[in-house]
């Protein structure tokens, strides 16, 4: 054996080792699930005696998973599609116009980027409570536009930067107003920006806890992640039941990531180098 | 003076969603929040009176935050440490050539995909039965109790969930760096005779100067942040000796209903995140010119 494809496999199987650490938890996980909570408290190795779904069917009702899911689903959806129309238009405008109030409210963004959440949650619930939108999904996505404006802005902003403007010269010829050359000429071509944002905030959205924990109150409005929460409070004993919520809760992700990782992937690496 | 309307009218159109969302959502609450600092709210009266900066004094004389506060960093240094030099070492490994490698990016970005309320019940799980179960089995006793019902061992359990969660997330950013790095230079060093340890060292390290940058602030901007997970893992305790700089906010505001005091909190922790994030930004971005 030559002493490089020696050294491969040595390379190869740190890091099978290292990918079975990060694996192991989520199959721990899913192996208890199918059992009963005396089966996991005698051996939380042992593998399901028999085939039984009864815990997720169990789990599913307790936890009202098609009424989190299809909440946490809308608001994904509506705050991704804000963050995307809106800040793309801000970005566009921001580019091709140097106006003093665009630099300032640009500026305003960027600089605003390093407020951490918990320096704002105070006031915010207390200024959105005091007008009486608390518990409203409807506001809970209203903020998640305000939360992404400023990275979406940003990331638009840089790409934008980079379009000659005889692409949309051409479309002004053929009388065409400014909003309707965005939307036919510019908007088409900042797909790969569009993607690596509907994945980085469709993640944090998704999986997003504190900032529905302070906004959704009634229990018919919550999230997954706060029904999971709330559930697995509930039924900290019921160990199989337990199981099952969380496999429940990480399923749609993991579905969609096998389907898109490629895209998954490629989004992540461009919004990590901007 | 038809052409300024006309300028009005397509910010409103253009930016006007955009600058109301932004300032009613980040701008008006975080100034708010400011003002919060100064007075004596307690979050249900009406009133609220101006004390000046005596919330802050206050603060200084409150051993649960300084506790929280110094725990924090603690949490941060190591944890950003092994993230790094973890992430670092896959995306090694990992754009060295070897077979599956996508199949290992992908299975070591799955953490990231899921919130830190699952992540963390999900370790709260490991913990509390696999690990103990295995240790009793083996006899191997540092692992034959709960690592949760001990202060200092739970301290280390949110560290190395913290690693385990966001070691993927930032091997990503090593690799579009290490992708980046040209071929040739790589081959001319080899020609030159450059052993692995110095390639890494004198060519590989400096030009991987800008993906250090990003990554060191993610991962500090991230657990100095850190809420969910430390709320399913450890919920703070045993005995407040785990609860983070968040957590203590969260409480401080909203169980304990001090919420001039706990804005004055955050804030604190705003500015320490600002000043170390900058501090750590110039410095590398130091590091970059010069290699």
Sequence with gaps: ???????????FFIVFLISLLYILPFIAVIINSFKTTNDIMANPLSLPTKFSVSNYIKAAEKMTYLRGFLNTL?????SIGGIVVFSAMTAYLFVRKKWKLNRLV??????????????????????????????????????????????AVFMYHGFIKGIPYELEEAAYVEGATEFQTFWKVVFPL???????????????????????????????KRT??????????TYTADYGLAMAALILTITPIIVVYLILQKNIINGILKGAIK | MKS?????????????????????????PFLYGVYLTLTDWNGIEATKKYIGIRNYISILNDSTFLYSFTLTLKYVFFS??????????????????????????????????????????????????????????IGLGLISNSWLASPQKAFWALVIVTVWQYSGYMMMIYIAGLVGIPQDIIEASTIDGA???????????????????????????????????????????????????????????????????????????????????????YLSKKAEVEA
């Design chain 1, 1 to 11: 054996m030559s002493k490089k494809v020696y050294k491969d496999y040595i390379k």
């Design chain 1, 74 to 78: 809308i608001i994904t959806f509506f």
């Design chain 1, 106 to 151: 640009f500026s305003l963004m960027i600089a605003s980027m390093i407020i951490p959440f918990q320096a704002i949650m105070i006031p915010l619930v207390k200024i959105y409570g005091t007008l009486n939108l608390l518990n409203n999904m409807w506001t809970l996505i209203y903020m998640y536009w305000g939360f992404g404006a400023a990275f």
């Design chain 1, 190 to 220: 900042l797909k790969p920006v569009t993607t690596t944002i509907v994945i980085l905030d469709g993640l944090w959205i998704w999986n997003d806890f504190l900032l529905p924990s302070l906004i959704l109150i009634s229990a018919e």
């Design chain 1, 224 to 233: 997954l992640q706060l029904s999971t929460f709330y559930f697995y409070g």
């Design chain 2, 4 to 28: 300024k309307a006309k300028n009005v009218v397509n910010y409103i159109i253009f930016a006007g969603i955009t600058t109301m969302v932004f300032l009613t959502v980040v701008i008006i």
């Design chain 2, 80 to 137: 950003v440490l092994f993230i790094n030099l973890i992430a670092f070492l896959l995306a090694y490994l990992l754009t060295s050539g070897i077979k599956g490698q996508n199949v290992f990016r992908i299975a070591l970005f799955t953490p990231n995909l899921i919130g830190g309320i699952v992540l963390g019940f999900i370790w709260q799980f490991i913990f509390n039965n696999t690990l103990p179960y295995i240790g009793q089995k």
């Design chain 2, 195 to 281: 052993g692995q340890l110095t390639r890494i060292t004198r060519i590989i390290l400096p030009l991987l100067a800008p993906s250090f940058t990003v990554s060191v602030f993610l991962s500090l901007q991230r657990s100095f942040m850190v809420y969910d997970l430390n709320l399913a893992l450890t919920k703070g305790g045993p005995f407040r000796s785990t609860e983070l700089v968040s957590m203590h906010v969260y409480s401080e505001a909203f169980l304990s209903q001090n919420y001039g005091i706990g804005q004055a909190k955050a804030i604190i922790l705003f500015i320490t995140v600002a000043i170390i994030t900058s501090i750590q930004v």
